[in-house]
């Protein structure tokens, strides 16, 4: 198929519906692969179908992208023999055929002749067979489409030659809530005594005939089978439709009185589910463990707790280590998927091959019986994952890497959106080489559709099939804790996407899930009414899951300036709001009850006094320092150019080490495309070059992460960052552009983006193997970070015996400046360089009365610190991994084992061989391992 969405197919046996039901009609009625004259009627608003293309005027074309289904297709979704492909700007000559056009009959009529359907496709190998017809209609330019009521793709049975017979009806649902006449048709190939019964009472018969509708009125609770028997040369043909009117749901405990949603295995292995919906009168639960049949047994019981209702019912029989796909169908009308379901099939993007890259051997969706219908997913393990112990770094210097498991990996230098968990996995020892002590995954739970950045949540206690299994996510965060790295996940609880059970089950305004319209400026999607009890329940058992279930360590809170109560935005959405801080007091507080450790963060992104009760709970705030940032790199000195905001307690007297500050996430504009596009001279990217960086930008870049990194308290890094990605991230209207990015590992071979990777993990190592400078009772100094360029500018940190000081030269353009900073035990005498930018040889001197000195040239930075600031232990053997082991010796570097690629940088990035060093730090990474070497 040229162009399938990941859509749901949806099998059509078209045949004498009534033309106010009909999608699409045919004629003969019933199609064998040996019918002549063949035609489709396109009924654009039939209640069949998404009425896409409903009201057109005449004026307007309409055509089929039209193939078919045969023997040699892999599923319906692989279409053979499309007729023309779907429309682009530059194909809609190729696209726009008169034999896939459409022609108009009236309001919303249309035909499209077929004739010889072999000839049509264009089908000559005799071993290939029709199966079915695949239709979507649509119009001249693709961009309005006529599909099914789900969305789904059209397709329409090519029934084999010989007798054959079809039974249809104009029902839109097999489940009534109220007595429902529906019209029953069976069509035949030939002339046959007709019968039809329900539940084995006659309601119909008709002789020697090829069509016969007959009505039936559903007018008592029970579950009927409607069955058409067509007698034929002397032989019975049957077919069938199932149809249910439940019963309401009769009260009764859940047991032990107290109801938990969501699946729940007792000690006798039994299963009890259990759904709330409130002001709801019946569910019926239906299982693969049934078949998907409409079972009056498997109507719920309900009981009224605190308020609000809950639907229930224990199974029995179900085995363990098996994957049982379920769903709810509530009051007669809404088929849902259970909101707390820890895996989810989706009717509409399952088929897409990447999830076969992801997980190959998941439980599949049962299009051979159900259709549009999310579905929830039971299995009980008898053997449970097992985690090893870990221990959650210190909040106040955390260094977060966040990570799009999307473009992280995948197709190196193709923005190909088919990046895994099991991939990221092999890539822990980069992240872990350059010093980051923790992770922060986007969004992971099961999100709308494969290709998204994961903030439209769907369910949230499922991870999203696209990246992996179950199994995989584990994998990875146990292989992250291996490595000392923690692992935090961003949650949405602002919103949600469309296919929630709960936005689902109620019609808008009148769902107590959900506001009809947001009460803040924030409005996104569908807006939570987060003073609704069982929302708040709902927040506290996916807290508990993820951190019990997947042993995360914490959560990064998205858009906290919705999660206030409805009627807490009088003041405005920037205002001081007491319901959102008890809010995020009581999220925390349940975190706590997990892991006492657990790291709470809010992008709140909000004002100084909220954001101090926030951090005197011991929660820790986003704070956003992209503008200054990009300020500085793009080598401007007007404007906001303060970067004292990476520390929290010059950041509006936020209590100390409560903020993660940043320079780029994936919400702001990335730096490197900013000093391309925007940049001052000699850091702009000259028009028609080949090159997509300036050796300016990167010096900026570098220097900017120096003064980011030597700043105490948390900070965070975007991925690439550290290599100087400049793929932006906004579209042209200003909003943030979603799509997919390009993969950058390609740039780890640019000796270039190398010495900014090298600047990165140089710093950040510092950090981690000098902890005492950066905390709370060390002392900070710094001096003109947010002056003008001309202002030269330094960071000292100082504890115990160990001092490291951050020269900073910020001007443009110009000579060297010479940088002097009031030291207490830092001097030429007990000093070593820890980096510099790249292609600077920095050297320090005594000033006398206390103070050394570095001259710096424009744009540039170096780092020096006492000589027992190294981060590197006396044994010569600094590691021992991938079966290589890496040495520093006497004006050499010596690399044992095997390996494929080897590369030596100093701490300015420079690059080395492995013999004849000066002495001092280097960087030796070994086939995408960096190792931090001393040559003596």
């Not at 910020?810 to 400046?817: A, D, E, F, M, Y």
Request: proline content about 4%; charged content about 15%; aromatic content about 12%.
């Amino acid at each position: 198929m040229t162009k399938l969405h990941f859509a749901l197919v949806w099998l059509l046996v078209l045949a004498g519906l009534g033309a106010s039901a009909q999608l699409v009609s045919t004629q003969p009625a019933l199609l064998q692969e040996g019918s002549q004259g063949v035609v489709l009627t396109y009924h654009a608003d039939s209640p069949l179908g998404n009425r896409g293309l409903a009201g057109l005027p005449q004026s307007t074309d309409v055509y089929a992208h039209i193939g078919v289904i045969t023997n040699l297709s892999t599923s319906n979704a692989d279409w053979k023999h499309v007729v023309a492909p779907w429309p682009t700007t530059s194909n809609q000559q190729q696209a726009n055929l008169d034999k896939n056009r459409l022609t108009y009959v009236g309001p919303n009529t249309y035909t499209l002749e077929i004739g010889d359907m072999r000839t049509y496709f264009g089908i000559t190998s005799p071993t290939e067979n029709i199966k079915k017809i695949a239709v979507v209609f649509r119009t001249a330019d693709g961009r309005q489409e006529g599909k099914t009521n789900t969305n789904g793709d059209i397709l329409i049975d090519v029934l084999a030659d010989g007798f054959q017979m079809a039974l249809t009806s104009d029902a839109t649902n097999d489940v009534f809530n109220r007595p429902t006449t529906v019209n029953f048709t069976v069509s035949t190939t030939a002339a046959a005594d007709i019968k039809l019964d329900v539940n084995g009472t006659e309601f119909g018969s008709a002789t020697a005939v090829t069509d016969f509708t007959k009505p039936f009125t559903f007018s008592a609770e029970g579950s009927y089978v409607v069955t058409a028997t067509a007698t034929y040369g002397g032989r019975d043909y049957k077919k069938t439709l199932n149809f249910t009117y439940p019963k309401a749901s009769l009260q009764q405990d859940y047991p032990g009185g107290i109801p938990t949603m969501g699946a729940v295995r007792n000690n006798d292995g039994t299963v009890t589910f259990c759904l709330a919906a409130p002001g709801k009168t019946s569910v019926m639960i239906v299982g693969s463990w049934d078949n998907y049949e409409l079972l009056d047994k498997n109507l719920m019981k309900y009981q009224d707790y605190k308020g609000n209702r809950y639907f229930w019912t224990t199974v029995s029989g179900l085995n363990d280590n098996e994957w049982y796909p379920y769903y709810y169908i509530v009051d007669d009308t809404y088929k849902v998927a259970d909101p707390y379901a820890h895996l989810v099939l989706d009717p509409w993007n399952d088929r897409a091959s990447q999830l076969n890259q992801s997980w190959r051997d998941r439980p599949r969706y049962p299009y051979d019986q159900l259709s549009g219908i999310m579905l929830a997913v039971y299995r009980h393990d008898t053997e449970q994952y097992q985690f090893s112990p870990f221990t959650i770094p210190e909040h106040d210097n955390l260094v977060i890497y966040e990570l799009l498991l999307r473009d992280f990996t995948g197709l190196t230098g193709f923005a190909a959106a088919n990046g895994t968990v099991r991939a990221a996995i092999e890539r822990l020892p980069y992240i872990k080489a350059l010093g980051f002590n923790a992770i922060e995954l986007m969004p992971i739970m099961e999100f709308g559709g494969n290709n998204s950045w994961g903030y439209n949540t769907n369910f949230y206690m499922a991870p999203d099939k696209a990246y992996g299994s179950p199994t995989d996510y584990k994998d990875f965060i146990e292989e992250c804790h291996r490595l000392g790295i923690a692992v935090i996940l961003d949650i949405v609880f602002n919103q949600s996407d469309g296919l929630h059970p709960w936005y689902m089950m109620y019609e808008p305004g009148s769902n107590p899930f959900y506001n009809k319209e947001a009460p803040h400026q924030w409005s996104v999607l569908n807006d939570w009414n987060q003073g609704f009890p069982l929302v708040q329940q709902q927040w506290t058992d996916v807290l508990k899951y993820w951190l019990t279930e997947y042993n995360v360590d914490g959560f990064r809170f998205d858009l906290v300036k919705g999660l206030g109560d409805n009627d807490s935005y009088a003041n405005g959405t920037e205002a001081y709001n007491q319901s959102r801080v008890n809010r995020m007091i009581r999220l925390h507080n349940v975190i706590k009850s997990v892991k006492p450790n657990g790291i709470h963060i809010n992008e709140l992104l909000g004002g100084a006094q909220e954001e101090k009760a926030l951090g005197n709970d011991g929660q820790l705030q986003w704070a956003n320092i992209n503008d200054a940032s990009c300020q500085f790199t793009m080598g401007w000195d007007t404007g906001n150019n303060n970067l004292y905001r990476f520390l929290s307690s010059r950041d509006g007297g936020r209590p100390w080490g409560s903020t993660v500050s940043y320079a780029e996430s994936h919400d702001e504009e990335r730096m490197a495309y900013k000093n391309a596009a925007y940049g001052n001279a000699g850091i702009k990217l000259p028009a028609g070059s080949d090159e997509t960086i300036t050796p300016g930008s990167l010096r900026r870049l570098g220097t900017l992460a120096a003064q980011m990194l030597m700043t105490p308290g948390p900070k965070m890094v975007w991925q690439f960052g550290e290599l100087g990605n400049g793929q932006t991230t906004k579209q042209t209207s200003g909003g943030n552009d979603t799509g997919a990015k390009i993969v950058c590992w390609n740039y780890l071979d640019d000796p270039d983006r190398m010495a900014l990777h090298n600047i990165y993990s140089t710093i950040i190592n510092l950090r981690m193997d000098n902890p005492e400078l950066f905390a709370r009772n060390a002392t900070f100094q710094a001096s003109m970070l947010n002056n003008q360029f001309r202002d030269p500018r330094y960071i000292r940190l100082t504890a115990g015996n160990k001092e490291a000081v951050l020269f900073v030269n910020p001007s443009v353009t110009g000579g060297g400046v010479n940088v002097s900073v009031p030291v207490s035990m830092l001097s030429a005498a007990n000093s070593q360089l820890i980096c510099a930018s790249q292609g600077f040889n920095a050297t320090i001197s005594d000033n006398g009365s206390g103070n050394v000195s570095v001259t710096v040239p424009a744009g540039a930075f170096a780092i020096f610190a006492t000589k027992n600031v190294t981060g590197i232990d006396d044994s010569e053997i600094i590691a021992d991994g991938n079966n290589v082991t890496v040495f520093g010796t006497q004006g050499q570097i010596i690399i044992n084992g095997e390996y494929t690629n080897a590369a030596v940088y100093d701490l300015s990035g420079r690059a080395f061989g492995t013999e004849n060093l000066p002495a001092g730090i280097y960087i030796v990474r070994v086939d995408g391992t960096s190792h931090k070497v001393v040559v003596r």
